[in-house]
């Protein structure tokens, strides 16, 4: 093939190619969804869907994981810079109730605290959400605090 039936070829495929990325960038987007998969002690499998949180509750929550986080630096004497802290709103597919919160704390320490210290860091986590009026929950069952060697709630 010489090069001008190359470059018309090219040409008239152009249009092609356009068309279909304008149907393509037109198609819904798929809904990305989040599970969380719990075991039981008695071994079953507890599936949670996580909803969706919409910008304002996103905030919300960073406000809240921001107070945790400074809590537990003065609760336990570390840096604030050495408390993980996320926290994040689930629910089953087909709850109508309240949003339930489930918050996870990892402490950047291989100290462990006494009993009445992490108790103390559980009723203040609980008490930093039981503030608002938003309705949201949070239970000493949906609370983890981890060290860098062990679970310690």
Known sequence: MNSKS????????LPVTFAVSYYLIGQPKPEVTSELTEILPNGEMK????????????????EKKANIQSLIAEQTGLKGEDVLVSATSESTVDATKNQEIACSVVLRTESTFD???????????????KQDSVGATINKENIVITNN???LH
């Open 6 to 13: 190359k470059k018309t070829i090219l040409f008239s495929m």
């Open 47 to 62: 599936v949670s869907i996580m909803k969706k949180v919409d910008e304002e509750t996103m905030k919300w929550l960073d």
């Open 115 to 129: 009993n009445q210290i992490i108790q103390n860091v559980v009723d203040g986590i609980i008490n930093v959400f």
């Open 149 to 151: 060697n062990d679970v």
